[in-house]
């Protein structure tokens, strides 16, 4: 007992557990009440969002062929804070990658981020991800994520259907639907229909333990959600004529636009020189696309579009239109043309030998100059001032859908050009400029250009005797017709539509005449109206131009035909045009001399003549 | 004597009811740390939730035994049983098994013995005993030694092994010969080396210098109504300025790298969640996902997808803070503050030193155990790998607790019974 005296020293033993006590419920205090950051860490630790990707919607012609399909492929992706005792050289190996490659990959996706899973190797074989699949458990960080890639089963029509590649930054940016490295549709398409196409992305959380197992789903599914595949696509394009158009343009630079009159349908986009869609799918996609990016021939340039030409003599119906319609010419006015048209000395349009004078019927068969500089003349003048005169004439010329965007469901396209006032006031200056001036707009040059889509629409309007539905690519998504007032609206010319039928008889009488611009290109048992036309062109060789649209009456195709180089339209545009019209409308070939000249006609080293 | 007394007579139920508590809730926590939707039954032997409701099982058969035998038994045999651990903590080091780099067990076929744990029964029982002769006091240096040695000769076997933990704990029955009157100058002075100590590590050796100045001169102020006060203060300097000068010998010459790691993230020297860091980060991640009211049982995901390690042993606690959060934690401090506080009042009822320093031991013992192990899951403390008494999984550690606790209960039901 003597010890007893040390009884007060129990409290120091109290003192000690309390403070103790203390010190540790502060802090539990603290991480577990008042600090949130582990309660995320710990999320991020067992909860992986996986991300269900939605098939991308089919691409069908309009005959129900299969244009865009979709194949299997596996991305590898990383989560870079994941990866522990990484055997880098086993991975490599399976993967097929050298070890720079996979430093500097992994580099990418601890930019992006460290913490969430970021693609390392995209669209890896279906037999690489078979044995990687195996061994994946050795690799913790990595995971395969299933999606699809695109594929062209017809191999054609790159242009209209665009190609689908990894989401831009600057969508990354604006849009957060996507992520990094979401497939995106760029160009055509696959462009103006994303939204239709992708479907809805789903998500799966799963919950997964410290070596990367799933252990189910987090709470039940309880915020899953569902991916919802794309929408299918059905487009007006017709891929038989599609091909076709591309097999006659082999080997030249050009294009081909054929729309339905009666409907605005466009049935084939030609573009050329032209490339195999497949070419722009899977890891392929990056060296075919620079190849095309560097070659002089621009194949990625969607000439029927975007290339801006002078729409040449083929002009000249639109103006013989407005001519009538302003009453200062009428079917039998006729021009004496004196191998042109002469206003001064130095003034003067050339026109080839021709017996004169001609009546406006004549004149379209020939393509008349000094006729459309007369009557260009007499629209402009009809009015106290040129400026009035030009300004109705331009709005006359607006109606037939030239000088502005289309605004269809096309990834791309171009306004084309109708000087303005402000235009020729900027150039000659004020009241500088009158009707002879501007004359060379008479034949469809000076500084008018139009994109082939506006020329054939043009052709359209003219084929439908006054009015044109807006061109467009798709008929229906996902089995429904569009019922877009766009496209189901007609838009009518401020051309009154008896007006038309001498037109359309000097069209006919293009092939069908003792010197018609195109009668070596006639058809047998198609009425066919047409018009050709030549474009200067400054470079080099002129650009052989057609617009034609059969048959006649109740007209099922209208086009119009580029040949860039090709030189009179009657050359090469007009059989080309010919050729499809016959193939659309009776799906055989009458002509096969004809259509062989054309197969086998190169015009791709034209380009070496100029300058 | 009265002969024909129930087993049952006397104890305090109260200690007995903490224990079965503790028991409990540990083994539900066990439980839900190997919890996993469609693995096999839980309660077979070759799952921990099963083995560990076993080792509870034979506890309770070990307690009856301790509760039959006489109070005089264990005063007695104190010697003997001490030898017998010292023997098995020698004999651990030439046939022991070494897992992880310490040979700390032995290997018995279906089950593994580690002695350093059933040692503290031994150790408790000796120093009880020759701290209970009458007259001793610990004012005399032999005393003093011999105390110091009887708890020493152990810590020198396990630091054989070796295993800091363990070591860590017998280290702390110092603060028994406390209770019972060594000075105070020797705890301050144990108390100013771990601060000098901690100083050095996490500043440098110039501000410990400092510091160390400092606390020289308070203490020649304090000792200034004495006569002789510069001479023990310029002493303890001197001792003081050597101390800080030979940390850097401790830390880098005596400790292992891994010691040397754990001790660097506690001061906040590295961080490193990948690395060495990576264990205690994911344990705070557990613990502190817990909330208020925590995840729920069994619906932890941190401690049950492994991400904290040795979760049902040293981290059990990682699965009470995550899955019952911060009330599961107040319970369980509450569980041991009742426990502890309980046992220090009944060592100070006790009429003889031998029962009286036996508590305290007990205390102490369990005190360690339970401060260092939530503190080094939650970072106050570095990684010390030892059990929460009572939760951990694992045989010896329970069967070594439960001893050492109705051993006490035992001596204080006998407690009438002595005389002297």
Redesign the interface.
Known sequence: ???N???H??V???F???T??L???V???S???I?D???L???N??IKAVTIYPERGYIFDRDGVLLVTNQRAYDLMVTPRQIKNLDTLALCDIIKINKEHFDKYLKRAKRYSSRKASLFLKEISKQTAAQLQERLYEFPGFYLQERTMREYPEKSAAHILGYVSQVPDYILKKDNYYKLKDNYGISGVESSYEKVLRGVQGIKYL?????NKS??SFADGKYDSLAVNGKDIELSIDIQLQKYAEQLMLNKKGSIVAIEPSTGEILSLVSSPYFDPNALIGRSRSPNFNRMYKDDNKPLFDRSLLAEYPPGSTFKLVNALIGLQEDVIFDGTRFKCDEGWRFSSKLKIGCHVHRSPLNLIESIEQSCNAYYCNTFRRIVEKYPTAEEGYENWRNHVLSFGLGKFLNNDLYNGRPGRVPTLDFYNRQYGKGGWKAPTVISLAIGQDALVVSPIQMANMCAAIANRGHYYTPHIVRKVDGLSLNDSTYTIAKLTSIDKKHFTTVVNGMERVFTGKHGTAKTARLKDIEICGKTGTAENPHGADHSIFIAFAPKDNPQIALAVYVENGGWGSTWAAPIASLMIEKYLTGKISNTKQEAFILNGNLMNTEDAKE | MRKNKSVFANIDWFLVFIYLLMLLFGWLNIYSANY??GTFDLFTMQAEPGKQLFWIGTSCIWLFFILLLDGKFYTTFSYFIYALMIFLLIGVLIVGKEIGGARSWYDLGNFSLQPSEFAKVGVLLALSKYLSQ??L??DKLDTQIKALAIIGLPILLILLQPDAGSAIVFASLF?VL????IHVVYLAILGLAISLFVVTLKFEVNIAMIVTILFAGLFAYLLKKGKNSIKPALFSLILGLGFVQSVGYLYNDLLRPHHRNRIDLILGKIDDIHGAGYNLN?S?????????FGKGFLDG??T????VPEQSTDFIFCTI??EW??VG??IT?GL??AL??RL?IL??RQ?S?FSRVYG?GV?TIL?THF?IN??MT???MPVIGIPLPFFSYGGSSLWSFSILLFIFIKLDAYRMDILR
């Open positions: 007992m003597s010890r005296k040390f009884t020293r129990r120091f033993f109290y000690l557990f309390s103790s006590a010190v540790l419920l802090t539990l205090f991480i577990q009440v600090n950051s582990y309660k860490s710990a999320e630790n067992v919950v997964r333990d410290v070596w252990k189910g | 996993d939707e009458l007259n006091t610990l603060l406390f209770r019972e009157g994911q705070k991640i557990a613990i502190g996902s817990g909330g208020v995901t941190q049950k997808f492994n991400f803070g995550e959060g911060f934690s107040l401090i041991f503050m502890l506080f220090i060592a100070e009429r030193a305290y205390a005190f401060f939530i503190a939650i970072g106050v």
